[in-house]
């Protein structure tokens, strides 16, 4: 089954740096790639989320970038603010169609990202 | 705020005892997917139901059940639990189980078993 390796598992910046946070899939298979920030005491929150057919999609500070032939993908905050300072999942999913087990996620291990004033 | 709710926020209980935390899905929301946090496991997929009809299964222990009613609410049942059972729970949304893909989670529920 798929696996999603996640790096690094924390990283802390300074208020306006850039970070990035990398994941890598086994599944070639995979086709919708998300990104979720937990806070402290809540649940996961989606943030952004790429599809196999783009190779960058951006909103804002955050942007996810996603290279199919080397099977990472990569999310990029930039201007970073403390309140950015959360965990980061990234997932993998493949989205076959009607029935199975499509839709499912498989998770990496997290980044905490300590934003610093 | 998700749109998706769970209930208890917090429950305690002993080994062996049974529990069932209940989550309803975003409004408009067909699909509910149950997922485990613990600082050893990471998230981890249990189980996805769509319409009231179960779609996939994860690592779902088979001392844990869940179900979907009519009006799209879903309980997930917990027995004979063990002191590693003690984790989060999340239950997410999607409007369908293929697309728009996109799942929404809840505050989830925080188990500790003593």
């Known amino acids: 089954g798929e696996n999603v390796e996640q790096h690094p598992s924390t990283l802390s910046v300074q208020e306006g740096d850039s970070a990035v946070i990398k994941c890598t899939y086994s599944d070639s298979a995979s086709n919708y790639f998300p990104w979720y920030k937990q806070e402290l005491g809540k649940g996961p929150q989606l943030i952004i989320d790429?599809?196999?057919?783009?190779g960058e999609k951006k909103d804002q500070r955050i942007a996810v970038t996603l290279n199919k032939t080397a099977k990472h993908f990569s999310l990029h905050i930039t201007e970073t603010q403390p309140e950015d300072s959360a965990v980061y999942f990234c997932a993998a999913s493949n989205i076959v169609g009607y029935g199975g087990s499509q839709g499912n996620l498989i998770f990496g291990k997290g980044t905490k990202l300590s934003v610093k004033p | 705020d998700s749109g998706v709710t769970q209930t208890p926020k917090h429950l305690i209980t002993a080994t062996g005892q049974r529990v069932t935390l209940r989550c309803s899905p975003r409004?408009?929301?067909?699909?509910v997917y149950w997922y485990q946090q613990s600082l050893d496991q990471g998230l981890q997929f249990l189980i996805q139901y769509y319409n009231g009809e179960e779609r996939a299964k994860g690592n779902i222990l088979e001392r844990f059940s869940a179900q979907q009613f009519p009006d799209l609410h879903s309980e997930l049942n917990l027995s004979s639990l063990e002191l590693g059972d003690s984790a989060l729970y999340f239950c997410?949304?999607?409007?369908?189980?293929?697309?728009?893909?996109?799942?929404?989670f809840g505050p989830g529920t925080r188990l500790t078993v003593t």
């Open positions: 409004s408009g929301d067909l699909s």
């Open positions: 790429i599809r196999s057919n783009v």
């Open positions: 997410a949304s999607s409007v369908e189980p293929a697309a728009p893909y996109e799942q929404y």
